[in-house]
């Protein structure tokens, strides 16, 4: 069967991979000229001379990724990861506490000894009841303020959710920020893993991949419009000419799709579903030296323009960016917001501004700076989110959907876009019988 996969990031690449296994004829269409969406990468001349790729945007994975493990290891790149013990530490009116251990949630000392009681009972919490769907009706303002209090929501939580969200954190649901607790916390010490090669060498094995199985990859084309009809899908380039498959997976952005798929008899909750998303705003600082011992650090009530830093060569060998340690100052915005709007130049200017402020004693120079931004990253989800959720399905057997408005509950990250690609290949192979023997061979 001729299958066309619409997009180029994560979920694309993986839905290429795992269709291209049921013995599917893959087409996979990408409007930008390189694959890998949010992790794609730019060119970093080193002082040392060497010539690294580094990623555009912080990423990096979790033991219990499941889904995106497998498909490093499908793709030969197994022995490229590299595991380490990170540390978090955060910043509160510029004094940085460590906050990883249970001596840690004791001793921090912005709150009481009361609420540092019920901070780590809100950790225990969230490790062993997580996911529980009741909390799709409950805001995350209203659970964390019953767990841990008014005073250390309004000291500590408020400005991380505000962060991450907006002015819309006091309608995002308790389980979105459950699930993130879970994801993160639900191993016994924190180790987080990079490929030595960065997620550009997984990008470029999976491109490896997909063409030495005969799987076409069209790069700089634009996909504008889909039709469907009893027997085929038919999708519409920016040129104005046609290309039909069996069917398509588009993993484009939710509005994106809702534009391509006008007049097109989709499912009501894909047609109708309004979902607005948060950019992010990448302030990348190559310094001479490390800032601390920790992979991330959030800003709470110290004057600074970004909300946060993670230090990704404390994670990643120093080797891979040619001896400089690669520092991504952050803002997740709305794409609309004055700080979305700022110049590249203001930006790196602020940035700049806050290392000097927060990290005085320091004195780490600035060797080269990048800044990057890209408009839709983290849905702002809404109260029963989960009941509105689009299916996989869009069309039966024609068209189907895979983008970040269905990982929900789930964090949106590599790992779970993979994971909802692993659930619609059951999907597939039962609305396409004759690839059921294939996905048998597969499983």
Same mark, same amino acid.
């Given at each position: ?15 290429? *991979? ?29 002082? &040392? ?82 996911? &529980? ?52 916390? &639900? ?76 007049? *097109? ?65 952050? &803002? ?33 120079? *600035? ?77």
């Amino acid at each position: 069967m001729r299958a066309a996969i619409i997009g180029g990031g994560i979920s694309g690449l993986a839905s290429a *991979v795992r269709l291209g296994e049921l013995g599917c004829e893959v087409t996979l269409f990408e409007s930008a000229s390189t694959l890998g969406g949010l992790a794609t990468s730019f060119e970093y001349a080193s002082p &040392n001379g060497a010539i690294c790729e580094l990623e555009k945007f912080y990423h990096c994975l979790l033991p219990n990724d499941d889904s995106l493990l497998r498909l490093v290891r499908d793709v030969g790149l197994e022995g490229d990861l590299i595991w380490r013990e990170t540390k978090m530490g955060f910043m509160v009116r510029r004094e940085i506490h460590s906050l990883n251990t249970p001596l840690d949630v004791l001793t921090f000392s912005p709150l009481r000894f009361d609420e540092r009681l019920r901070l780590g009972l809100m950790a225990v919490w969230a490790k062993l009841r997580g996911m &529980n769907p009741k909390l799709d009706d409950v805001t995350a303002a209203d659970w964390i303020r019953r767990i841990v209090g008014a005073r250390a929501f309004e000291l500590i939580w408020k400005p991380l959710l505000s962060a991450k969200i907006g002015d819309s954190y006091d309608q995002i649901p308790a389980l979105w920020m459950s699930s993130r607790l879970y994801r993160e916390k &639900n191993t016994d010490v924190e180790r987080k893993g990079v490929l030595a090669g960065g997620y550009r060498s997984l990008t470029d094995a999976i491109e490896r991949h997909l063409r030495e199985r005969g799987a076409r990859i069209r790069l700089e084309t634009d996909v504008r419009g889909i039709e469907t009809s009893d027997d085929a899908t038919t999708l519409v380039l920016a040129d104005g000419s046609r290309e039909r498959f069996d069917f398509a997976v588009s993993t484009a952005p939710l509005p994106a799709f809702q534009r391509m798929t006008q007049g *097109v008899p989709v499912d009501a909750r894909s047609r109708d579903l309004e979902l607005d998303y948060h950019g992010v705003v990448s302030g990348v600082l190559m310094l001479d030296k490390p800032l601390s011992p920790y992979y991330w650090m959030p800003f709470v009530d110290s004057g600074a323009t970004a909300q946060g830093v993670i230090e990704m060569s404390n994670l990643m060998p120093l080797a891979r960016s040619g001896g400089v340690y690669v520092t991504y100052f952050v &803002n997740y915005a709305h794409r609309t917001s004055e700080l979305f709007a700022r110049s590249d130049a203001d930006l790196l200017a602020a940035y700049r501004s806050d290392l000097a402020q927060l990290f005085p004693h320091v004195r780490a120079r *600035v060797v080269d700076q990048f800044l990057f931004k890209a408009p839709f990253v983290e849905p702002i989800w809404t109260l029963g989110y989960s009941r509105r959720k689009p299916p996989l399905t869009a069309v039966p057997k024609r068209l189907y959907m895979v983008s970040t408005s269905q990982v929900y509950p789930r964090v949106n990250s590599w790992n779970s876009c993979c994971e909802v690609v692993d659930e619609l290949v059951p999907e597939v192979v039962a609305q396409h019988g004759s690839l059921a023997a294939r996905a048998r061979e597969a499983a």
